[in-house]
């Protein structure tokens, strides 16, 4: 469901669209005029007059310079330019005269052919690389909807009506995810009419590969390709149609699309930016006036009844002995769970209190594994270059993924009949791991919830990001299990002082671990709050609470034994 903040970029988009179509009236008569009877012909392409380029590329620059401007700020923005559609239909010309309006140095350009999605991860996974920072633009020709398109002729009339739909579901949301974080989406759909794509594959100008790896001479193809996109058009009314038929209106109006989103993401930032500063004034002023002041809380969070076994921890010990001998057995039994995950990638999650024995579990799970099975990710404070991202995109560019170069399915066809040639393509470079992130996603509802970090409208609306990314992840059949290891505070101080009387520990001690026990509680009820909100049966949360880290560790094997047991 799109969000108001979503609601109102659109409502400015379309004003500032509108606006500078109506400033360039030359560029819309003549698109509008010649549309229909202009083709691509060797020289046949008009200029636009020279009076109006310029304004158009002075516009351009204004907004990207003001963008650049301001990347450093809380509230800066990335734009993500999806460019799609059919072949020859003026696609590059568009983004190449872009290019050439603005400054091309702050322009990132990805592109892929497009590639059968994986059923191991999600669609949109492998394309979280080409993601723009802060402040930065990147035009991304085919993108997910490439793979999206890919599959549509993969499966023929043998498609997966159900898996479709959820992919293009999937990426709604994941769409929706990064504008709510900061990354607006302009999304460009070329279009031509058949006599005009007919005729640009004849003539003698040189074509790129042929996108989405499609035989465009065959009217089959064709007709597939523009049924598929009817249906996604009526399914996303975010696309803007671009009439290719004349190149210089469609590079107009591509460019006025771009333009109109700069000229709305920067209001909105600089918006943004005048509300906190006017909470800041507001703040201060009650500081020095009311000596009681009341913390405002614009978004009511009604904080979830406390978990019993985060404040009733066990303190029973286990003896050394006994440890060892269920310790061998319990690891002998997962390491034989883990090699028959076939091609399923296995993720592991650890949140906990400070010194609550994370490490040492992680150690005993990796043990009776090869060192290329897994992959161990610490988590702490974000870089600089990640906190000019979407928040999760640290997370999802750790994930496992599958290595697939893209595949020329056009070739394959031709040399090898249509059942062998999709035998070819499932067959995958895939390569299934088993990831553990020690902390992880969560620490936006945790440290960055208790300690400020974040507006109370991001933590917040982080729940239900962090649950569908979640859901992608199992549905693309990875197996998720999440561990919150409890502590009592007497426990947790004693290990601190172990920590700074033991040179080799020494170093995982720091004055944030003991100012965090200031907030014991806050923890305590965030932990609670996260579990009850982010718990499902498919991606469980396993609360291990006790003293002793002998007894954490079996538990821990044994909850991992139970839900490789279950979805192996």
Known sequence: MPTQNSNSLNNSLDNNLNNNLDNNNTAASAF???????????????????????????????????????????NSRGLLILVNGMENSGKGEAVKALTEWMDARYIKVHATMGQHPSHYQPIWQRHTWQLPRKGEIAVYFGNWYADLIRYVFDCGDDIDEQRLQQMIEDIEAFEQDLVNNNTDIVKCWFWVDNKTLKKRLTDEEPDPEQLYHLDWTRKKDVKRFKRFSSRLMGLQSSWHHIDGQ????SNIQFANVVLAALQTMNQLAAAEDAQDNRAKTDKSVHLKTDKNPVRPNPLPFKPTPLIGELVSVESHALEKADYKKQLHSKQ????????????????????????????GAIRRIIAPLDPREFTIHAISAPTEDELKHAYLWRFWTRLPHDEMADVDIVYLSQKFKRNKCIALLKKRLHNSRVTIFDRSWYGRVLVERIEGFAKEADWQRAYGEINRFENDLVQSNAIVVKFWLAIS????????????????KQFKIT??????????????????????????KKRPWYVIATDDKYTARLKILDAIISELSKNL
């Not at 004349?246 to 209106?249: E, H, L, R, S, V």
């Not at 505070?489 to 080799?504: G, I, M, S, Y």
């Open 332 to 359: 002998h039994i997962l390491a034989e769970l883990i090699r028959e995950r076939g091609q399923r990638h296995i993720i592991f999650v650890f949140e906990g209190m400070d010194a609550a024995g994370k490490g």
């Open 489 to 504: 505070e007497e426990e947790e101080l004693k290990r601190f002082k172990a920590r700074e009387e033991t040179p080799n």
């Open 511 to 536: 004055d944030d671990d003991w100012r965090n026990r200031a907030k014991w509680h806050e923890y305590v009820q965030a932990a609670s709050d996260m579990i009850h909100l982010t718990h499902h």
């Open 246 to 249: 004349d190149i210089d209106a």
């Open 32 to 74: 509008t005029h010649n549309a229909a009877k202009s083709t691509k012909t060797d020289n046949a392409y008009k200029t636009p007059p020279a009076t109006l380029e310029a304004q158009l590329s002075f516009d351009l620059i204004t907004e990207q310079t003001t963008l650049r401007k301001q990347r450093s700020g809380k």
